[in-house]
């Protein structure tokens, strides 16, 4: 029988998630349909419990709609609380809503496929947005020997970070040329703008990853990196495919190979794999 899994999210019609869900199933031959939702203003938990009890196994959450799929979820994994936020529903076998986040863990499959390793680097992310707050445990996890954050709002870094004491809160003004892996969390790129760091703290990096991603690739943060001779540049289309395997897995207990979804969908995006 074909299980039923939707995305939920306003705007929703430029979702690639049905597209790479479609395409996961073909390689891990599950019998699934997934479709877009698009939620209009305070519909969010309605809409789900309309759809979970007509038989819906599980779903995405994307922009806006996160917070209040953490808000419906009966249980929450320990990633969902670090983030504050779901981005996976699953209905178990008692019907009880399990909540997940598995965008962080989706970024660090992304840096395994990459051969970037967090191990005993030092970190900066950029950006104290949701994104952020997603990722700092799943970075933790792969124990850096320093995990530092900046934003613009200096208040809303100190108040990620007091959920983690081991991180460390910098400002822009103070920020050294130390660190092996650069993370732009924020949400500049989309506007084509670049947060303000020193070209010397970019370039001394040799790791930058932009969480956007673009089709061809090619973000501000991505083209700048390159033009001061940053060894490995990129955008966060291998983190998207990274969170939807994670969600697949917990909803058929079959994780989809990532290797072969960036090969599959940098072709799609018409880039070099
Ligand atoms: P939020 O709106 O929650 O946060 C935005 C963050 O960006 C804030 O920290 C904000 O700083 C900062 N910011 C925005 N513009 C600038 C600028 N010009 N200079 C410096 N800082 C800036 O967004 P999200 O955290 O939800 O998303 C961030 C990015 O991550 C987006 O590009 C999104 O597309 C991407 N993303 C990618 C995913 C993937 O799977 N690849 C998954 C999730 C997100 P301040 O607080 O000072 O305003």
């Known amino acids: 029988?074909?299980?039923?899994?939707?995305?939920?999210?306003?705007?929703?019609?430029?979702?690639?998630?049905?597209?790479?869900?479609?395409?996961?199933?073909?390689?891990?031959?599950?019998?699934?349909?997934?479709?877009?939702?698009?939620?209009?203003?305070?519909?969010?938990?309605?809409?789900?419990?309309?759809?979970?009890?007509?038989?819906?196994?599980?779903?995405?959450?994307?922009?806006?709609?996160?917070?209040?799929?953490?808000?419906?979820?009966?249980?929450?994994?320990?990633?969902?609380?670090?983030?504050?936020?779901?981005?996976?529903?699953?209905?178990?076998?008692?019907?009880?809503?399990?909540?997940?986040?598995?965008?962080?863990?989706?970024?660090?499959?992304?840096?395994?496929?990459?051969?970037?390793?967090?191990?005993?680097?030092?970190?900066?992310?950029?950006?104290?947005?949701?994104?952020?707050?997603?990722?700092?445990l799943p970075i933790l996890e792969q124990n850096p020997e320093l995990l530092a954050i900046v934003n613009r709002n200096e208040l809303k870094a100190f108040e990620l970070a007091k959920e983690h004491p081991q991180i460390k809160v910098v400002l822009y003004s103070c920020l050294k040329s130390q660190y092996d892996v650069i993370i732009n969390a924020t949400s500049a790129s989309l506007m084509g703008k670049l947060p303000p760091l020193t070209d010397g703290v970019i370039a001394n990096a040799n790791f930058v990853y932009d969480l956007m991603y673009k089709q061809d690739g090619k973000t501000a943060f991505v083209e700048k990196a390159r033009s001061l001779g940053v060894k490995e540049s990129h955008d966060g289309l291998g983190m998207l495919l990274g969170q939807a395997a994670l969600s697949f897995e917990l909803w058929t207990q079959v994780r989809p190979n990532l290797h072969q979804a960036y090969v599959e969908f940098s072709k799609r995006c018409g880039r070099n794999a």
């Open 1 to 136: 029988m074909t299980s039923r899994y939707v995305v939920f999210g306003n705007p929703i019609a430029h979702s690639m998630s049905p597209e790479i869900h479609a395409y996961f199933a073909k390689i891990c031959n599950q019998d699934i349909s997934y479709e877009r939702v698009l939620v209009p203003e305070g519909q969010f938990a309605s809409l789900a419990s309309d759809l979970f009890a007509k038989g819906l196994c599980g779903c995405n959450i994307t922009v806006p709609c996160k917070l209040d799929a953490y808000a419906f979820a009966d249980t929450l994994t320990d990633y969902a609380k670090a983030a504050g936020a779901a981005n996976t529903l699953k209905r178990l076998a008692d019907g009880k809503i399990l909540g997940d986040n598995t965008d962080g863990r989706g970024l660090i499959a992304d840096l395994e496929r990459l051969g970037c390793q967090i191990k005993g680097k030092r970190i900066l992310v950029v950006g104290a947005g949701g994104a952020a707050r997603g990722i700092l």
